[in-house]
């Protein structure tokens, strides 16, 4: 079985600050995928970056990266200069075989 | 190229009352999802469908039905709404994390 903790419920962080969300996982399959996801208050939930599990470097999308530590089981997101649009639900997600199991979610405000 | 279609956006049902959701996708993806999404939490998978033809019970798959109509749909059916049901409803195709805009669905 696969397991995705979130362990923030909420965080507030000042505007241009650099922020980390944190991820760990649980899983038995050596093969597997970890998403990030965005959600916000209008509801639409929008990937954010991808980290496969054979994956030598960290991934990373624009202002997006992922401190992927193999060994620890996890898989943090980084925002870096966040801006107020960055406010939303984030949430973190394994995909092993043909399921994605997702975690609670933090939610994020910045601001001004 | 719309990606993930689904409708409707909004639905209010009464107890017992029938619906289903549609969900269509033009990448050509062979696996499909539906997903619900209760407040504060999560998604939790209801049913899946890896293929044409297969699908299969996810976390969650009391009180609904699903079909794979063809490669492109995926459909999800309450047959008897229960206010248990009341949610946000997400179709999804994972193989590049393409998700529907989802439906608000309110069972009184």
């Known amino acids: 079985a696969q397991k995705i903790t979130q362990t923030q419920p909420g965080m507030f962080v000042q505007e241009k600050e650099a922020v980390t969300l944190d991820c760990t996982y649980d899983?038995?399959?050596?093969?597997?995928?970890l998403f990030w996801y965005k959600q916000p208050s209008s509801g639409e939930m929008i990937f954010l970056i991808y980290?496969?599990?054979?994956d030598e470097q960290n991934a990373t999308e624009g202002r997006y990266s992922l401190n992927f530590q193999k060994a620890r089981k996890s898989a943090n997101l980084v925002i870096s200069a966040s801006q107020l649009g960055d406010s939303a639900m984030y949430f973190c997600?394994?995909?092993?075989?043909?399921?994605?199991?997702w975690g609670a979610g933090t939610k994020l405000i910045i601001k001004p | 190229n719309a990606g993930v279609t689904q409708t409707p956006k909004f639905q209010v049902l009464k107890t017992g009352q029938s619906m289903t959701l549609q969900c269509a996708q033009d990448?050509?993806?062979?696996?499909m999802y539906w997903y619900r999404q209760d407040p504060g939490m999560g998604l939790r998978l209801i049913y899946y469908?890896?293929?044409?033809?297969?699908?299969d019970k996810g976390e969650v798959p009391n009180g609904y039905n699903v079909s794979r109509l063809n490669k492109r749909e995926f459909s999800l059916r309450l047959e008897s709404a229960a206010p248990s049901q009341t949610s946000v409803y997400f179709c999804?195709?994972?193989?590049?994390?393409?998700f529907g805009s989802g439906t608000r669905l309110t069972v009184v």
């Open positions: 999804a195709t994972v193989r590049d994390s393409s």
């Open positions: 469908s890896a293929s044409e033809g297969t699908t």
């Open positions: 997600a394994i995909r092993g075989r043909d399921q994605l199991i």
């Open positions: 899983t038995s399959d050596q093969s597997y995928g």
């Open positions: 990448m050509n993806h062979n696996s």
């Open positions: 980290q496969g599990s054979y």
